[in-house]
């Protein structure tokens, strides 16, 4: 039985369900019900959305930046889409760092933008998610290669790094934790000399 139902959190999201992914899961995905309630971001509607909960917390509040976690869940476009879906997605986030360098401009200072992603570039092209574009085009302050749940002594953080040289883009990797700080304490990575959230503002996290 679907969950898309008991998991929507927002009117917002409870007045389109047709935003979801629904069942349309990767056959790789073995529980196959418990992320329906992922939005597809193949839709033009979820990335206006999203942009505009960025622009909210960033224009109103003081902070540092945003985070674009991308390891609650694997899930932006629906089962054999995530190929077609890797523009769509490379373009909102070129949209995220247009606006948080809008609004930093104002303030005198770099909004940074960290994403946490897979922890390979195989896996994240999976998915949806160019990394290389992200880090190669300077979209990203930070990126976080690392598995959801545990610690992967495995991840691929060297292959990040490689595509982060001549960049200023950072790359780190650690564990899952429920604080914002511990994957931060020890960096992997040629780059990884930054703790992003050391100030008490921090960095509101997004999905």
């Known amino acids: 039985m679907s969950t898309a139902g008991r998991r929507l959190l927002s009117t917002w999201e409870r007045e389109r369900k047709h935003l979801l992914i629904g069942e349309a899961l990767p056959d790789w995905y073995h529980y196959k019900y418990t992320y329906t309630w992922a939005m597809?971001?193949?839709?033009?509607?979820v990335r206006v959305r999203k942009l505009a909960i960025v622009n909210?917390?960033?224009?109103?509040?003081?902070?540092?930046?945003?985070?674009?976690?991308?390891?609650?869940?694997?899930f932006y476009f629906k089962s054999s889409e995530e190929e077609a879906g890797i523009?769509?997605?490379?373009?909102?986030?070129?949209?995220?760092?247009?606006?948080l360098d809008e609004i930093g401009q104002q303030r005198g200072k770099?909004?940074?933008?960290?994403?946490r992603v897979p922890s390979t570039l195989r896996m994240c092209r999976r998915v949806g998610?160019?990394?290389?574009?992200w880090i190669q085009e300077g979209l990203v302050d930070l990126v976080v290669a690392m598995d959801p749940g545990h610690?992967?002594?495995?991840?691929?953080?060297a292959s990040f790094d490689k595509l982060a040289e001549g960049t200023d883009c950072k790359i780190a990797s650690g564990p899952k934790?429920?604080?914002?700080?511990?994957?931060y304490k020890s960096f992997s990575g040629r780059k990884a000399t930054?703790?992003?959230y050391s100030s008490p503002i921090g960095l509101p996290s997004l999905t």
């Open 194 to 196: 930054h703790n992003p």
């Open 56 to 74: 909210e917390l960033c224009s109103n509040y003081d902070v540092d930046g945003i985070e674009f976690d991308f390891l609650r869940h694997w």
């Open 110 to 115: 770099r909004l940074r933008l960290v994403v």
């Open 177 to 183: 934790s429920t604080t914002r700080v511990s994957p």
């Open 40 to 45: 597809n971001y193949a839709k033009p509607e």
């Open 129 to 133: 998610l160019d990394a290389p574009t």
């Open 151 to 157: 610690l992967d002594i495995t991840a691929d953080v």
């Open 87 to 99: 523009p769509l997605m490379n373009d909102f986030i070129r949209s995220v760092r247009k606006r």
